[in-house]
């Protein structure tokens, strides 16, 4: 065994970087497949109602065309998924959703013919808009969807100051750069390939082999690389059956991309929440009452109980009165779906917002106000932190920050034309793991492969795997090959919810274990079960600062400086964990100041459905983002002692670009995103 | 619809193809000749994931047509590097760590280059103070302003003003 330097925790360049910086990765789309067709989805133009005609004539018509499928003449499907049964009858459920598909030689032929198709409706009343006064507010499925510990009202009774505020914030799309692409391959009737842009390739293989009744092992899905996803290929959407449906019926190959347009239809969106927060607390800010209630949006097709919001507000801080709601109401909109720390992000703007309002009531400073409610367990389920660095991120982060000194009160420093003001905010997420399994083997020459059906989708697991495999089998990251995104690999569960590499890394770490204490030459591990779920609470932390500037007459919001201190555990990649935490607090900013999908209930569709609309932060938006990381040893959250980065970066930070916003301008703004017109209007 | 013969000249290398005259140079690219280094994200001009340089000055290929530029000289990302020898600008940006998901990294790349270009040439942009000037200093914002034609959802702006600005000696 050779003595290789260790590489977990160095700044590692990323291993598939000269493939991507060449353009020679091959994302879904990108797969040189003969004889392939082109697919192209006409979708639903009103938001409730019935088909009553399709009149494809003018489509078939066009030389190329080599199908048409709609409700009629479609494949019947065996998914119990309603958002999977497309072209499965003549209802339609929302604006946007598909309602034929067209099949022809060349994607400008189909492009053209899907035009041509002619759909007619029997328009039905829509009802789309969210609302906390509306009388049809459910309990979404599934645990833990409300909590009431202690007597929250004897708490407020107690209080000397009391908080209660409610916050929004608007539906969002993750628009990875990369659109959602599948390329279908018929062998037979009975043997599918996928060349798919996806999260996990497990998770679209058992959702496609169960619409056309196949064995898991009859359907094989390879994604090596993915341009990007942020939840929104986590779980299987139509395109990806239909495309399928599409190869089958025309006996050739067939790709599908969606346009733009049609990703803000076809592959979900965050939720749209509406946030009621009460703290109520004592004179020197400890919080004797904690109330936060959610109300979110589904699809009618189905529901999705991802975005509990006020989740994280049952262990940030202290205190023995706490509740917590969510409700949800069904609307005639697409389904919603994951987005980037899907719940925390919203939640957290709320939760700390009303923090910083609170410091603000009680004359304390907003960072000591939260050192002060820090919890010695977990307020939720009663043990300990397997670590616990919210209060070292805070104190480090405002170190490195320059936090102090700092008026407490508003609208103090002009310079210039511009309005100066800091905010801060904190973060948790949960460090969890998953399922995974992993083979390792030897290839002689101190050679190893290693495979598991991990997926990058832009984390970095190409290399951080790589990373841990080297380490664990002590050689080095040259003398490893490792395979990922291919349903044919051994099952892993998929990207997201910050688990992928703390649940892969722990298959690799067992599975050379094994290798090693069987003298094989081969050895297949399972991460199992983690063994301290039930002995601690495991969650990653962070502390946000930001300086706004906000032009004193257009009242422009600038960002000229984020700071980010988190506690994630061990870092495994010095270089990826920084992008990571980077990309995740310029969402937050984003989030806070420009995005927004704008709902036409007139019609039921989004209104700025493509990316000159649909603002997402532009390299001018961005200035200086500091990230740092405060050393953290956890033993219990997996054999790397590490937590996920992915989504840690956002949460919270939206509510810190809010609070300087405020601090900036003396306007509270509790509806993102912090646009203009909301400062002016305050005026 | 009427096809058109068109020679294409791409890194050098000229193609004779016949399409669809409502092809774009971004499909012509793609789905004729194999060059998927240039990145379909809107296909609308808003997202800059097509950008490649057409007579030396970056364009998004989504909305230029193939017949339209007969003969034009090409470059893509396929035509930077020599062999494994990776272009400079490939080097900073792997050394950087400017992409995540590394989709909207070829168009980003382009766009570096011919920014790389407009500033030896004293093409001033918003920021720059002195529209006068000939002498345009690459500090990071002008960078952030002239990359801000190509969108990066992973977010890595910070990295990628950090890898161009190597290059940029500013």
Redesign the interface.
Known sequence: MSTAQPVVGAPVDRVDGPLKVTGAARYAYEHPVRDVAYAVGVLSTIAKGRIVAVDVSAARALDGVLGVLWHENAPRLQTDDAELQVLQSDAVAFCGQFVAVVVAATPQIARHAAALVEVRYVQEPHDVVLSADRSDLDVPPGEDVDSDDGDVEAGRAQASVIVDRTYTTPAEHNNPIEAHATIAIWEGVDRLTLYDSNQGSHNIRDDVADAFGLEGEQVRVISPYVGGAFGSKLFTHAHVVLTAMAARAVQRPVKLELTRRQMFSLVGYRTPTIQRVNLAADDDGRLTAIEHHVVLQVSMLKDLTEDLAARPTRMMYAGPNRRTSHRVARLDLPPPTIMRAPGEAQGSFALESAMDELAIECGIDPVELRIRNEPGTDPDSGLPFSSRGLVECLKQGAERFGWQPRDVAPHGRLEGRWLVGTGVAASAYPAGRGQATATIRAAGGGRYHVQIDASDIGTGAWTVLTQIAADALEVGIDDVTLEIGDSALPRARAAGGSQGTASWGTAIVHATRKLREENASEATADAGDNPYTDQYAMYAHGAQFVEVRVDADTREVRVPRMVGVFAVGRVLNAKTTRSQLLGGMTWGLSMALLEESVLDARYGDCVNDDLAEYHVAVNADVAEIDVGWIDEDDPYVNPMGAKGVGEIGIVGTAAAVANAVHHATGVRVRDLPITLDKLLRAD | ?SDVDVALRVNGTEHDLTV?A??TLL?AL??RL???????????G??G?CTILVEGRRINSCLALAVAHQGAEIL???G??TGDD?HPL?RV???H?A????????GQ?CSALALLDEAERGWPSAVTEDLATTAITLD?EE???R??G????????????AAIRELAGA
């Open positions: 619809m669809d409502r092809t499909d793609r789905d194999g060059l998927t280094g240039t990145k379909k994200g809107c296909d609308r808003q997202c994931a893509t990302i396929e930077l590097a990776l490939q940006f792997v050394k760590d992409f995540q998901c590394g989709y909207c990294t070829p790349i990071d960078i952030r302003e990359m801000s190509n969108l990066c959802r992973c977010a890595a702006y910070v990295n990628i003003v």
